[in-house]
């Protein structure tokens, strides 16, 4: 009986791992505030993972994703698709629709995973040159 519940034990987390495995390769987004992230925050429906693990990076696929640059500038956003950015460089304040008041604006930029939701409309003023890596979900 011991063999049997040991045996057991062990199929159970190997399926688990498998689960966890296979939902964060078909859905990556949804890998990044995971409970095993310690800092991830939202604000104003942005998620934002500040300063995360290579494993992290590594697990979300980051260095296979298209690559963007932009100078300082502003100008407002509509987010088509769910997009999550990575960035490598720069820094940007974002001021989403809706939340108008000064406090409401917050800072995201190197070193950020960051998500914004699909429809999401936005002004964003870059600061400092930003690079970053991007993927688009429908």
Same mark, same amino acid.
């Given at each position: 009986m011991g063999n049997h519940f040991l045996t057991l034990s062990l199929l159970l987390v190997i $399926?688990? !791992?498998? !689960? =966890? %495995? %296979?939902?964060?390769k078909?859905?990556?987004?949804?890998? %990044? $505030? =995971?409970?095993? @992230?310690s800092n991830p925050i939202e604000i104003h429906g942005v998620k934002i993972l500040r300063q995360p693990s290579d494993s992290k990076l590594a697990q979300l696929g980051v260095s296979s994703w298209p690559k963007w640059e932009g100078g300082p500038s502003k100008f407002p956003w509509t987010f088509k698709k769910t997009e999550t950015? #990575?960035? $490598?460089?720069?820094k940007i304040k974002v001021s989403v629709d809706g #939340? @108008?008041?000064?406090?409401d604006v917050f800072e995201i930029g190197k070193g950020n995973v960051v998500v914004f939701p699909k429809d999401m409309k936005a002004v964003w003023e870059i600061t400092e040159a930003v690079k970053k890596h991007y993927s688009l979900e429908d």
């Open positions: $399926v688990c !791992v498998c !689960v =966890s %495995i %296979i939902t964060t078909l859905n990556p987004k949804e890998a %990044i $505030v =995971s409970p095993s @992230d950015m #990575y960035f $490598v460089e720069g #939340y @108008d008041r000064e406090e």
